[in-house]
């Protein structure tokens, strides 16, 4: 019996190749987040420390700006601000529908904001959009836990809408920084290792 077994010979080769291709596909892999500087000392792509946000009226509102500032800041000291994000707040209500004995009828609360950013001494808008969360309840006939549900679900629509206003603002500054935020990786094309047959 002949010891010249091509498939033999073709899995050590073929797993030469592969191992190339990982080596090359982790080595030119290189995603930078939006979030972390490239040397120490740097500041962030997307420093959203340094987003000044405004002042607002009422409690949704303020839950929106509370969560936008300690995402911004992680309840640190915050660095002198040089943008500036104005909020416009509105909160709508609307019932999902009826229960058979008209009990316990759910409800869908909106936490909409039109937001707009802008650099601070030149006035120039970087962002102008808007973003909603949406949190829904059950009320029951007892007024003073219908007040907390919906409370709580107005809580809730307000991080959700915070957390989207934030990686929107995140990708915006990335692209003020002329940063690629999610850079797709196109792996290089290796050539297979050519086999050379070789007769029994």
Do not use: H
């Amino acid at each position: 019996m002949s010891s010249s077994d091509p498939k033999g010979r073709m899995r050590p080769l073929l797993g030469a190749a592969a191992a190339v291709m990982i080596g090359l596909t982790l080595g030119a892999c290189t995603v930078r987040p939006v979030y972390m500087a490239t040397t120490p000392g740097q500041a962030p792509a997307a420093d959203l420390s340094a987003i000044s946000v405004g002042d607002v009226g009422d409690r949704v509102a303020q839950q929106v700006r509370n969560n936008l500032v300690f995402a911004f800041n992680g309840g640190k000291q915050a660095p002198p601000a040089r943008y500036d994000l104005s909020i416009n707040v509105s909160t709508s209500e609307v019932r999902l529908g009826f229960e058979k004995d008209e009990t316990a009828p759910a409800y869908q609360v909106t936490v909409a904001v039109k937001f707009q950013l802008t650099e601070r001494g030149s006035g120039r808008v970087i962002l102008r959009s808007s973003s909603s969360g949406i949190a829904s309840y059950d009320r029951s006939n007892q007024n003073f836990a219908n007040v907390r549900a919906r409370i709580d679900a107005e809580n809730r629509a307000a991080q959700a809408v915070a957390d989207q206003m934030q990686l929107r603002l995140a990708i915006a500054l990335a692209k003020e920084a002329k940063v690629t935020v999610a850079p797709v990786y196109a792996p290089p094309k290796v050539d297979a290792p050519a086999i050379i047959g070789s007769g029994i």
